[in-house]
């Protein structure tokens, strides 16, 4: 029984150890939520409005003609998945990976696959899916610079004729308790003004471009495409503090529930060890009145 008493204190010892490590995980991904989750509310309105305006420009010009606008007869369909280089965040990258996996079988070769985080590219590579490219170390809070690159190669894989298709798999932030895995297609861009305002509303408005439509559009294209790139990582990167936040705050009460239950253990042991030592000296001392 004292083999017994030893064996729980150790357990509860080890299990403290580790709760100490998941509370500590929670606190920083609480502070790193905060910053990344003013981010993405924050960029939600000019992504929003960006994509307004572009439809209200393409719908004002007619026929106007642009590479990003072109839809490829060639190419394959890209799919841009991003995912975080750590675990320990729930159900965060798991959900977004089954998701982007549907899609990809459903393409089946016709499917390009660019991988964002580690855990993406490890969990196709493992599958051998054929990676397209792949991109780790991306940061806690990414920046604008990153985006640009990103978005950049992508409009390079597009024009080029590699892909005639590009979509971004993310989990949307709605709460650190809650992300919705999402696909977007970012390329060929989408013209449409929003819901309740249709290309023949905004057909009917006439701009005044200076300098030309082609230079206008030409510069907002290129910038759209960045912006929508720049605000699916903000997305994906709070979502990911979100859910490290709180599967490591389940974590933690689960450690004082396992806590519990081996102190009430331990002391029913304890006890039942202090009731034995007690039996014993009570029967030997029986035993010597006898003799």
């Avoid at 502070?31 to 004002?60: D, F, H, I």
């Avoid at 394959?76 to 089954?98: E, P």
Wanted: net charge neutral; aromatic share 6%.
């Amino acid at each position: 029984m004292a083999q017994s008493t030893r064996d729980i204190k150790r357990r509860i010892r080890s299990i403290k150890s580790t709760q100490k490590i998941t509370k500590a995980m929670e606190m920083v991904a609480a502070a790193k939520l905060r910053r990344a989750q003013e981010k993405a509310v924050s960029s939600r309105p000019y992504s929003n409005k960006m994509q307004e305006v572009l439809g209200r420009l393409t719908a004002g010009v007619g026929e106007f003609k642009h590479p990003l606008l072109s839809y490829p007869e060639k190419g394959k369909i890209g799919f841009v998945v991003i995912t975080g280089d750590r675990g320990l965040a729930g159900g965060y990258n798991i959900n977004i990976l089954r998701l982007a996996q549907q899609h990809i079988d459903s393409c089946r070769d016709e499917a390009a696959i660019i991988a964002l985080g580690r855990k993406g590219r490890d969990y196709f590579r493992y599958r051998n899916y054929p990676l397209l490219r792949d991109y780790i170390n991306i940061g806690d809070i990414p920046t604008y610079i990153q985006a640009r690159e990103l978005a950049k190669e992508l409009m390079e894989l597009f024009t080029d004729g590699t892909l005639r298709e590009v979509h971004l798999l993310f989990n949307e932030f709605i709460s650190p308790i809650q992300q919705k895995p999402t696909i977007v297609r970012l390329l060929p861009v989408e013209t449409e003004a929003g819901e309740g305002e249709g290309e023949e509303h905004w057909s009917e408005v006439e701009y005044i471009f200076e300098p030309s439509p082609a230079e206008v559009l030409g510069e907002l294209l290129p910038r759209h495409i960045e912006i929508q790139v720049y605000h699916a990582l903000l997305e994906a990167k709070a979502s990911e503090h979100g859910a490290r936040m709180t599967a490591m705050g389940n974590a933690t009460d689960n450690a004082q529930e396992i806590i519990d239950k081996l102190i009430l253990s331990y002391n029913r042991a304890r006890q039942a060890a202090i009731t034995k030592e007690i039996s014993e000296i009570v029967g030997g001392a029986e035993a010597l009145k006898n003799m």
